[in-house]
């Protein structure tokens, strides 16, 4: 029954992966006009990797449909600097003129992406910069990342003729530009006057039509792009703060199901959490198929340690599964911490469920051998010769100390008190301690 359920599981695994892993239909809407085609993508919320597939995506649309122009709406408060980079190559790559329309704000790895567009509009009141790289909790990223990331931040201006000063002062405090509003020990933010006055923005318009009347855009055909259920989901799956969370939830769960009966909601919960994760990894162009089969094959293992002794099949499904991760992650280091949290979780909860429940229940019970041999359900070690004791006899071997001797016609190992008897000499048994006979000679 137990083998039965989980091939069922895997059956779904395998047939969930296969339907919905496909590529996400494309999701855009299109507004009929004459002359050239425009694609129109948001950039919103927080920069990470499900919003480089996003961007991919739609990028590639908008090159094999000969499109004359991109604008990219940004309203981001920024993210991850890696997606940051990769987003940046990705828009250099581009042969179609851009321009990023700063909606609300551009921010950290935002403020990155527009200077790495041809062209920047903002609207009235808002504002782009700040954009000092920092750690996940909230300190300052050491120098060697500071000193990347600012070379990135300078390349990205000069290569569309922007003066680096100010794409400088926005990811280092040290420098010096108080008529900007950024003294010494504060990132420069530019409002929209401020970047049209020094050259990063063209101009400060209040809506997209006016935006395409200063691009000579106005009677073009917009196509508007927005991400599918799909990518909106993976974005979400992906999120560093969500994807510890998913790996706590699959370790809780299977780790709770091994004390548990049977195969029912703590073990559903767990491979839900997991595919869930390689979903958004998958879908976000994080992983590929190559991760999924890795994990399956873990799965196996791990199960197959339940009929195959040793040891070794379990340790090589753990490190499989392991592995799995590893390879639809996007960084290494913050997947090694995840699943650093998901340990610490399961070790947590397999310490609470040992000492709540034991080792009585749930699939530990198919595992570990619970018989033992008592004496009361008749089982006996060695059977203590008492009866023996003054019991005369010859040895039919020297004792040295050890040997045999013969006891009323029966052959017993036998032991001296510590000196040597010959052969064929009278002894008598002083002693019988448990299988221990010991003879002194007569």
Known sequence: MLVRRVITYIFVVFMFFSVFMTHPTFSS???????????????KNEVERGLEAFLARTTKEATEEGADHIIFEIDTPGGRVDAAGKIASLLQDLEIPTTSFVVSEALSAGSYIALNTDTIYMKPHTRMGASGIINQDGTAADKKAQSA??????TAAESKGRDPLYALAMAD?????????????KFLTLGPKDAVKVGYAESVVSHRTELLHDLNLTNATIVETKPTLAEEIARFLTSPIVVPILLSIASLGLIVELYSPGFGVPGTMGLVALILFFYGHVVAG???MEAVILLVLGIV???AEFFVPGGIVGLLG??????SLFVAGADVG?????IGIAFLVAIIASVILFKTIGMEKGLFRHIILKDSTKTELGYVSSQTRL????????TITPLRPSGTALMDGERIDVISEGNFIEKDRKVKVVKVEGVRVVVREV
Not at 33 to 38: A, C, M
Not at 149 to 154: I, T
Not at 318 to 323: C, K, L, R, Y
């Open 29 to 43: 809407a299109k507004t009929e006009g004459s002359g050239k085609l425009v694609y129109v993508i948001p950039v």
């Open 149 to 154: 990331w600012l070379a990135q931040m300078k």
């Open 173 to 185: 405090a040290d420098i010096d530009l108080p008529e900007y509003g950024a003294p010494k020990g």
């Open 286 to 288: 994080l992983a590929g």
């Open 301 to 303: 293992l791990i199960i």
């Open 318 to 323: 753990v490190g499989a599964v392991i592995g």
């Open 334 to 338: 913050h997947m090694a911490m995840s």
């Open 387 to 394: 009866e023996l004791i003054g019991l005369e006899g010859e």
